[in-house]
């Protein structure tokens, strides 16, 4: 018998793009939300890109120009919207009162809610398109299917 996987598909989470582009690409290691992590870490979350984006201040604020060049307006018209980009492991959740300079990450927002922090990101060939709900989610099952090869994967 195959060694059972250490974790599976929890479910999915929706975010503004860049962040979403960001997170799968490995640029991003931290999601600022406003509530805690609802779930035992690490767990493996499917990263949906809503139809939204980010507001232009708190993408010239977080956007870290030493990582990645700054989405230019133009740009945000190529990041896949309204679907499943990939997904991200999430290790830990913690209150961003509890955060002290310098800091879990540049990415990390002093000011709101808990930090939850991320690792092994990893990108679908494709955008598969889908509609994004609110809190964690679960994917319908053939979505489901394709997004838990791709979490497994990075597990080897
Ligand atoms: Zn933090």
Redesign the pocket.
């Known amino acids: 018998m195959d060694n059972p996987p250490q974790w599976s598909l929890l479910g999915a989470l929706t975010c503004y793009q860049p962040w979403a582009s960001a997170i799968v690409l490995g640029l991003k290691d931290?999601e600022n939300r406003g509530w805690p992590f609802p779930h035992d870490t690490p767990a493996c979350v499917a990263v949906h890109a809503s139809l939204e984006v980010a507001d232009d201040t708190s993408v010239r604020e977080l956007w870290p120009a030493q990582a990645h060049p700054r989405p230019a307006r133009e740009a945000q018209l190529a990041w896949p919207r309204g679907s499943f980009l990939g997904t991200v492991v999430i290790t830990g959740s913690?209150?961003?009162v509890?955060?002290?300079a310098p800091?879990?990450?540049p990415w990390?927002n002093?000011h709101f809610g808990?930090?939850w922090?991320l690792t092994d990101p990893q990108q679908l060939p494709l955008p598969l398109p889908a509609t994004g709900r609110l809190r964690i989610w679960q994917p319908d099952p053939l979505h489901r299917a394709v997004l838990e090869t791709v979490c497994l994967k990075g597990q080897d």
């Open positions: 931290v913690h209150p961003a509890d955060c002290r800091y879990c990450s990390a002093p808990h930090h922090t």
